[in-house]
C-alpha cells in the first residue's frame, strides 16, 4: 500500500479561470490539511504491472521503462519540487510507492500515455480521513514505442512524460476540463493541452506553474522557480553531470 495520509484536501476550484482549467478537481492532494513542510512522496518503476483495484482495463505487453524513460521521470519530479514543495523520493518498491511507472501497449492506438489513480478511504481514531492514493502511469511501447523510448528533454518523448507527472501532482488535461480559453489552449502555456506549438516543452509552462503553486500553497515550502540541482543523465554524450544545473522556467 502507498503511504497513508490524514488529510481532508482536495483539488477544487480557485476562482480563477486559468488556474481552474487545469485542476484535476476533487483529486486527493499530496499534502495534508495544515501546513508539512518536507511532505515526501515516493515513486518508483515498475518491474511487473500494477493497476487500481477497480481498473477494467487489460495490461498487454508490459515492460520496465529503460534507462533513459527513467532519467526523464527523475528529472522532471527533481524541476517540479521547488512549484509544489513535496519531496519527491524514488523508492525501489512500486507496490509500496505513491506513483508507480511502467510501459505496455495501451489499448487506445490514439493514446500515448496514461495515469491511472487508485484511493482508498478510512477514518483513523481521532476521526481524521485517511486517504491512501497510488498512482499508475503507463507509457505507450507499440505505435508510440519509437517516440517515446528515447525522452531526451526538448522532445515529444520527455513532453509527454512530463504531462504524465502533471496528472499524478494534480493536473487535468484542457481538453477535459474545456474552460481554457482557446487562445490559451497550448502548450506554450501549459502542457495539458492537447495543441502543440513548435517547441516541444522540457519544463511545465506559465500556466501549469501558476496551478501547482496554488494546488501546495499550503505545504510552506514551495520556493522560486529557477535554477536548481539536477541528476546526472545517462547514456547521453556531454550529459549534466550531478550537482550541474539546469534553468528552468
Not at 71 to 82: D, E, G, H, K
Not at 89 to 107: K, R
Amino acid at each position: 500500500m502507498a503511504q497513508g495520509i490524514s488529510s481532508t484536501v482536495y483539488a477544487g476550484e480557485s476562482g480563477n479561470l486559468l488556474i481552474d482549467s487545469l485542476v484535476y478537481e476533487g483529486l486527493p492532494l499530496w499534502t495534508e490539511e495544515t501546513p508539512s513542510p518536507g511532505l515526501t512522496v515516493t515513486y518508483a518503476f515498475m518491474t511487473t504491472p500494477l493497476v487500481p483495484a477497480d481498473n477494467e482495463e487489460p495490461i498487454n505487453d508490459f515492460a520496465p521503462l529503460n534507462a533513459t524513460q527513467q532519467a526523464a521521470v527523475r528529472l522532471i519530479y527533481a524541476t517540479s519540487q521547488p512549484l509544489t514543495g513535496l519531496n519527491m523520493v524514488e523508492t525501489a518498491d512500486p507496490l509500496t510507492a505513491d506513483v508507480a511507472f511502467g510501459t505496455a501497449d495501451l489499448t487506445d492506438p490514439d493514446v500515448m500515455a496514461v495515469t491511472m489513480t487508485g484511493a482508498t478511504y478510512s477514518k483513523n481514531a481521532d476521526g481524521q480521513t485517511v486517504i491512501d492514493r497510488q498512482d499508475y502511469v503507463y507509457l505507450d511501447n507499440a505505435e508510440y514505442g519509437e517516440a517515446l523510448s528515447n525522452p531526451l528533454p526538448g522532445t515529444l518523448g520527455y513532453e509527454t512524460i512530463l504531462h504524465e507527472t502533471g496528472h499524478t501532482l494534480g493536473l487535468d488535461d484542457t481538453a477535459y476540463t474545456r474552460t481554457l480559453p482557446a487562445v490559451l489552449d497550448n502548450t506554450d502555456f501549459t502542457v495539458m493541452s492537447y495543441n502543440e506549438t513548435d517547441t516541444y516543452k522540457a519544463t511545465f509552462s506559465v500556466l501549469d506553474i501558476q496551478t501547482l503553486q496554488y494546488l501546495y500553497a499550503d505545504t510552506g515550502t514551495i520556493r522560486s522557480f529557477g535554477v536548481i540541482p539536477v541528476a546526472t543523465w545517462p547514456g547521453v554524450s556531454g550529459a549534466t553531470t550531478a550537482g550541474a544545473t539546469l534553468a528552468a522556467g
